[in-house]
Nanobody, 115 residues
Framework: QVQLVESGGGLVQPGGSLRLSCAASGSIFSFNAMGWYRQAPGKERELVAV???????NYVDSVKGRFTISRDNAKNTLYLQMNSLKPEDTAVYYC?????????WGKGTLVTISS
């Protein structure tokens, strides 16, 4: 079955940067859409960024200009470059993909922004 594994999370200071990776067991070229979600303590899971086949990319307003979603088809990997990180970005970040009408989730990677 399709497997998604996130990595790259950690503890960084405000203003710092991190790049998250999502490695897929199969070819991500076959996904109809892939994206990143996050869930902070006590809050609902929210969509951070999504990339559709055809080139459309959407970001939640709070990360526009700071985060960039991209993918490397040769490596079957989705990325989220996060710059100018703020304490409110602290959350567990999840990779998501839609393939053949089904949704798949990774287990998440923790990002903590603190001094």
């Amino acid at each position: 079955q399709v497997q998604l594994v996130e990595s790259g999370g950690g503890l960084v200071q405000p203003g710092g940067s991190l790049r998250l990776s999502c490695a897929a067991s199969g070819s991500i070229f076959s996904f109809n859409a892939m994206g990143w979600y996050r869930q902070a303590p006590g809050k609902e899971r929210e969509l951070v960024a999504v990339m559709f086949t055809g080139g459309t990319i959407n970001y939640v307003d709070s990360v526009k200009g700071r985060f960039t979603i991209s993918r490397d088809n040769a490596k079957n990997t989705l990325y989220l470059q996060m710059n100018s990180l703020k304490p409110e970005d602290t959350a567990v970040y999840y990779c998501n993909g839609v393939f053949s009408g089904l949704g798949y989730w990774g287990k998440g990677t923790l990002v903590t922004i603190s001094s």
